[in-house]
């Protein structure tokens, strides 16, 4: 996973830029294009796993961006605003280009009791994960996993396990409660975790 990424931009610095951008500097615009672009290709890539569509999105994304410059009010960071039109943006595009049947996450997530325990065990794949090879391939094993997410578990993990989004960003971002996200979350990791166990018990057989 990436290292969280917050803080690298100072609010105040980016604040300054907005209003700079709003008066109609386009420098200014550009070195907030280029502060985050790089950050937007990969969530943009990460969800529509095509290039050339994750090209077109991340232009359609700062040119709604641009528009839109004056709905932006400062209540929330500039890159969690930004975050949010590109995950709609991005989900757009995914569903508009969907042809497959999606499988429900519910039908793939371990078994839970009355009581909200897991009721079967999981392996502890962790020591496991030291060895380079099985390093690689469990990476692939989770990015596989990650595109069978339900679009809703996956912004989620997306943006909070790869991106490095705070809880509370990821929630504005995606307009949803923190409990929500914190609950996303957690089946989002207890899946991959699970798929990453199956995958590290037939490594050893």
């Known amino acids: 996973m990436h290292p969280t990424q917050q803080g690298a931009e ?27 672009q790089a950050r937007i290709t990969r969530l943009v890539f ?6 050339m569509d994750t090209e077109e999105v991340v232009q359609d994304v700062f040119l709604t961006a641009f528009e839109k410059l004056d709905q932006f009010r ?18 757009m595009r995914k569903r508009r280009g969907r042809t497959g049947v999606e499988v429900p996450l519910e039908e793939l997530m371990p078994a839970f009791d009355d009581r909200g325990h897991i009721a079967v065990s999981v392996a502890d794949w962790t020591e496991q994960a030291d060895d380079p090879v099985l390093r690689q ?9 990650v595109a069978g997410l339900d679009d809703k578990y996956q912004t989620v993990f997306l943006l909070r396990d790869v991106e490095g989004l705070s809880t509370e960003e990821t929630a504005s971002a995606l ?25 590290f018990e037939k490594a050893e057989n």
């Open 10 to 36: 100072p609010p105040g610095d980016e604040l300054e830029l907005v209003a700079r951008a709003r008066k109609g500097e386009q420098e200014a615009f550009e070195q907030l294009l280029n502060r985050y």
């Open 46 to 51: 990460s969800i529509l796993k095509d290039l």
């Open 74 to 91: 400062g209540d929330s960071r500039f890159s969690t605003w930004v975050h949010r039109i590109a995950v709609n943006a991005a989900l």
């Open 137 to 145: 391939e469990a990476r692939a094993v989770i990015q596989e996993a």
């Open 175 to 199: 307009g949803l409660g923190v409990p929500a996200v914190k609950s996303r979350l957690h089946r989002a990791r207890l899946f991959l975790r699970r798929e990453l166990s199956r995958y």
